[in-house]
């Protein structure tokens, strides 16, 4: 039995590597179904890693001093033993590209190989988000381009002036996302065949009392030429980067381009945001079933098994909200709990899953229910899709109302019968990306007067924005817009205005 | 699937990244430097030092909602025995319960830190410090010389000769007097051995002898390399600049110097060594201490053993000459000076150390510091010590000697950038800074 062993002792080496690889993609492919962009496997040093780290895990990035800055932060921290390092950074691109580091151990290598060359990987070249978003083709040549076109303006502009509008830019990156599908071209027997089921439906759901109805007499939406002002700038924009591209008078080409080249950054990582706790999940998943699988076939030791799992249990380890420890759910634990149960529900349900889950219960395909969700669903609708009651008694979840102006909080739902859905319902909403970034919209500006730019922020629940560093952010729109901005805060609900910002005028002249 | 071993590319790709967050931070990292200088020993100063700077201008601002107010809703694993209703108070921090609503980035403190490589502090360290009249003096007395590149020539040693120059222009040179290739010979030879063997075709047979004889010809009238074609490396000799500097460190051991006198000294000393060794590639220290006679110690005996004795300060510069003449001649050596006393000199000794100074010491050297230390809590305005009486004479606006007064630790960068200051004033004799 030892001679089948893929590897012994904590050394790697190529062959090792590639040995092991090879032993993985039998199962990924064979046994879990995975479908996967082609591997490209780099080992590389610790302080490569640390260089990736800061460039936000791309392999190539422009420059920019907040990149150091973010080096020398992690540098301390990993210098004075506080944080160790990741052990893999796995990028989303054809090739899909894993860092793998150099002091890991040959049992570190293997999981490391299951979980970002197969889990990730899959994830990626399958998520419907992703598909939807990201080029991975592309991204690479896209970033040479960005990283080639700032030096570029480096050397024609000065670092001062190249640095003025990337710190602006990058103040605005979670609002420079279209978070829309983009028009697609259209299909001219799609256009007819929809006009024929318009027709249709129409003639069936006839109704002559409709024609009784009195009309409105205009619009709500204030005066006619405001309409037309918003029609014409396409406003309201939520897309702030996008706008100031495409509108801002003042700015210059090659400005505008950098403001692109941020934005585009920053719509490549929007999928990211919405599916870490899927992401992680799914690739915990796959690495947690691939190193047992390797185990039980005699082709990894008990040592090579016991250290993977001790770096696996650590990894999933989700303290208690009043451990000293919690930070937040840990989307590695809940994504690996919900898939785990996922599979519990497809082979063992109990009566009450399949009361909650009719369509997968007992379906004995635990591995294509998976491959399903995985492609289909973000962490806001998988919570709320497929978080079981048996998980939320597991987790011994709790629902906690917090509302300022009461002395107290409240207990508003627990794990049981009551409060599932409740529960449920609150955790998937804490995914939500609409709830992440608050919602900040261009609503004017008035081109012919004072070119003022007016942003009005939609308060839900009446938390406001942070204030000073808000003023920092509306400066920098100022300086990119060239005029005054202004913020207003109004209450989603109730369109009262809860805040207005002063008038934050320009402090430097861009283009 | 392919691995790639990306461990040999290049070091160091954040470099640039780090450049643009120093210059950002500049200002910051420059008082925390200068105030870490105060009351930290340089020579751990020179190891490299965790930094820590204030936040300001280095936030990355964005639009995010705010820690507190309104109404919120948290979800929490591990309930033990909450119900539902329950009434749990507000914790002390605010909002921070929910996890998520934390500080999106982590960094609530104020500060900053991190680390700064030994050459990232000195370059910060001793910015827009500058050596007075290095230059002038370094080409007036250079003397030794060193060789450099300077073009091609025609003429030189067999070691020098440049290939790829020759080649070139060999190269040029046949194809411009069409010497015929190897190849098209052995093409031609290649026919005629066949058509000898066969016997086909006599005429062409005598055309192409005749050919390959014309080429042959040619080949040996177009040499390959003709010595037209040779090039050497050109060499010149240029002045090479003294980069090497000796530091005389002179001071007063007596039993009136303090340890915290000789600690205000050391820290000088210590400043003005790693000042050299940044503009030097080579740099020697004497140490010098004296009572009423002087003695080259090494650097512990120099700092840390005591001596009794009067004080008779002209031995120190009597022994400083002796050294400078057996080992440092001036026109090899950049020779530096620094002395350091509580100001007290035998009186009679007080005009012959002028004059000592006036005459020989000076003119040997390319800067003379003098550095009066002082009980932190003395009162000593307005008494001037004896010596700085004397030097005073010498002192003249525009030489090389300058004179200070320290009294306390944080006082020593201050004076130290003072003498050393690009925009110098001319006239360094001032009193207390």
């Given at each position: 039995m030892t001679t089948d062993l893929l590897f012994s002792g904590a050394d790697w080496d190529f062959g090792r590597l590639r040995r092991t690889y090879d032993a993985i993609e039998e199962i990924a492919k064979g046994e879990i179904g995975l479908d996967t962009y082609p591997n490209q496997i780099e080992v590389i040093t610790s302080e490569q890693m640390l260089d990736a780290y800061s460039s936000i895990g791309l392999p190539l990035m422009y420059k920019h001093w907040s990149f150091g800055k973010r080096f020398a932060q992690d540098e301390v921290l990993y210098r004075k033993g506080m944080r160790g390092l990741a052990y893999e950074i796995v990028i989303n691109s054809s090739p899909c590209i894993s860092y793998i580091m150099e002091e890991n151990s040959m049992a570190m290598q293997t999981l490391v190989l299951a979980h970002a060359a197969f889990g990730h990987n899959h994830f990626f070249k399958n998520n419907g988000l992703f598909r939807q978003w990201t080029d991975a083709r592309g991204i690479l040549d896209y970033m040479e381009f960005a990283k080639d076109y700032i030096t570029h303006a480096e050397e024609r502009h000065g670092h001062q002036a190249v640095e003025q509008v990337v710190d602006a830019a990058h103040a605005l990156m979670n609002h420079g996302i279209h978070r829309y599908p983009r028009k697609r071209d259209y299909d001219l027997s799609e256009e007819l065949r929809r006009e024929k089921e318009r027709v249709a439906w129409h003639e069936q759901n006839y109704n002559d009392l409709w024609r009784t109805v009195p009309k409105h007499e205009a619009t709500t939406q204030g005066s006619k030429e405001l309409a037309e002002r918003k029609q014409r700038l396409n406003l309201p924009e939520e897309n702030i980067l996008y706008f100031l591209e495409k509108n801002a008078p003042k700015l210059q080409l090659w400005q505008r381009e950098i403001l692109r080249i941020v934005r585009n950054i920053s719509?490549?990582?929007?999928?990211?945001?919405?599916?870490?706790?899927?992401?992680?999940?799914?690739?915990?998943?796959?690495?947690y079933h691939i190193v047992n699988r390797l185990h039980e076939k005699g082709l990894i030791s008990d040592g090579a098994l016991m250290e993977i799992l001790h770096s696996h249990t650590n990894v999933v380890f989700q303290p208690e909200f009043d451990d000293p420890?919690?930070?937040?759910?840990?989307?590695?634990?809940?994504?690996?709990?919900?898939?785990?149960?996922?599979?519990?529900?497809?082979?063992?349900?109990?009566d009450e899953d399949r009361a909650w889950f009719p369509d997968i219960a007992g379906n004995a395909d635990p591995w294509g229910t998976l491959r399903q969700s995985w492609a289909d669903y973000r962490d806001e609708s998988f919570v709320l899709q497929f978080l079981s009651p048996a998980l939320i008694r597991k987790m011994k979840l709790f629902k906690v109302h917090n509302d300022a102006d009461q002395p107290t909080m409240v207990v508003s739902a627990i794990h049981n019968e009551r409060g599932y859905r409740e529960v449920r319902k609150a955790l998937a909403r804490g995914y939500d990306v609409s709830q992440m970034d608050p919602d900040i919209q261009i609503v004017d500006v008035d081109l012919a007067g004072d070119r003022r730019l007016i942003l009005s922020?939609?308060?839900?629940?009446?938390?406001?924005?942070?204030?000073?560093?808000?003023?920092?952010?509306?400066?920098?729109?100022?300086?990119?817009?060239?005029?005054?901005?202004r913020l207003i805060e109004i209450d989603a609900e109730t369109e009262r205005t809860l805040r207005e910002f002063e008038d934050v005028a320009p402090t430097v002249t861009l283009g | 699937m392919n691995v790639i071993d990306r461990r040999l590319n290049p070091k160091g790709k954040s470099l640039a990244n780090r450049q643009r967050f120093l210059r950002r931070a500049r200002q910051q990292i420059l008082k925390a430097v200068r105030e870490a200088s105060g009351d930290r020993s340089i020579t751990d100063i020179a190891n490299g030092e965790s930094v820590s700077i204030p936040m300001d201008g280095l936030r990355e601002p964005g639009f995010h909602r705010a820690g507190k107010g309104g109404i919120r809703d948290h979800v929490l694993p591990g309930n033990r025995d909450y119900v539902e209703g329950d009434q749990i108070a507000r914790p002390q921090s605010g909002g921070g319960e929910g996890g998520s609503e934390s500080s999106p980035d982590g960094e609530g403190e104020d500060d900053f830190h991190f680390l700064l490589s030994k050459e990232e502090f000195l370059d910060i360290f001793l910015d827009d410090l500058e050596l007075p009249d290095l230059v002038k003096k370094?080409?007036?007395?250079?003397?030794?010389?060193?060789?450099?590149?300077?073009?091609?020539?025609?003429?030189?040693?067999?070691?020098?000769?440049?290939?790829?120059?020759?080649?070139?222009?060999?190269?040029?040179?046949?194809?411009?007097?069409?010497?015929?290739?190897?190849?098209?010979?052995?093409?031609?030879?290649?026919?005629?051995?066949?058509?000898?063997?066969s016997g086909d075709a006599p005429e062409r047979l005598s055309e192409l002898r005749l050919e390959l004889e014309r080429l042959l010809a040619r080949s040996r009238r177009v040499p390959y390399i003709d010595p037209l074609d040779i090039r050497y490396n050109r060499f010149e000799p240029v002045p090479k600049p003294v980069t090497q500097a000796v530091m005389f460190c002179l001071m007063d051991v007596s039993g009136s110097m303090t340890e915290h006198m000789k600690d205000l000294a050391k820290r000088f000393f210590?400043?003005?060594?790693?000042?050299?060794?940044?503009?030097?590639?080579?740099?020697?220290?004497?140490?010098?201490?004296?009572?009423?006679?002087?003695?080259?110690?090494?650097?512990?005996?120099?700092?840390?053993?005591?001596?009794?004795g009067g004080t008779v300060v002209s031995?120190?510069?009597?022994?400083?000459?002796?050294?400078?003449?057996?080992?440092?001649?001036?026109?090899?050596?950049?020779?530096?000076?620094?002395?350091?006393?509580?100001?007290?000199?035998?009186?009679?000794?007080?005009?012959?150390?002028?004059?000592?100074?006036?005459?020989?010491?000076?003119?040997?050297?390319?800067?003379f510091a003098y550095i009066e230390v002082g009980a932190e809590y003395k009162d000593w305005l307005g008494r001037e010590t004896d010596l700085w009486r004397a030097y005073k004479g010498v002192a003249r606006p525009g030489g090389v000697m300058a004179m200070r007064k320290v009294r306390v630790r944080s006082q020593i960068f201050p004076v130290f950038r003072d003498l050393f200051a690009k925009d110098r004033a001319p006239v360094p004799t001032g009193g207390e800074p």
């Open positions: 719509q490549y990582f929007y999928p990211q945001k919405q599916t870490k706790v899927m992401n992680e999940g799914c690739a915990t998943m796959v690495h420890r919690f930070s937040g759910h840990n989307p590695y634990a809940l994504g690996f709990a919900m898939m785990g149960d996922i599979k519990r529900i497809c082979v063992e349900p109990t922020h939609r308060v839900t629940n009446g938390i406001l924005l942070d204030e000073a560093e808000s003023i920092l952010v509306l400066r920098h729109i100022a300086n990119l817009w060239g005029y005054e901005v | 370094n080409i007036r007395q250079s003397e030794s010389h060193s060789m450099a590149r300077a073009g091609y020539s025609t003429s030189g040693s067999p070691n020098n000769l440049n290939l790829v120059r020759t080649m070139r222009n060999s190269l040029s040179r046949r194809i411009a007097l069409r010497r015929p290739k190897p190849e098209a010979v052995a093409l031609v030879e290649a026919e005629i051995h066949l058509l000898e063997e210590m400043l003005l060594y790693l000042f050299l060794t940044r503009r030097y590639r080579h740099v020697d220290i004497v140490f010098i201490r004296h009572t009423h006679e002087a003695k080259e110690v090494d650097e512990d005996t120099f700092f840390y053993s005591t001596e009794t031995t120190a510069l009597t022994e400083m000459k002796r050294v400078v003449a057996e080992r440092y001649s001036p026109g090899d050596w950049n020779i530096y000076a620094a002395q350091a006393s509580d100001g007290d000199n035998t009186a009679s000794d007080n005009h012959r150390a002028a004059e000592m100074m006036e005459d020989v010491i000076l003119p040997l050297c390319q800067y």
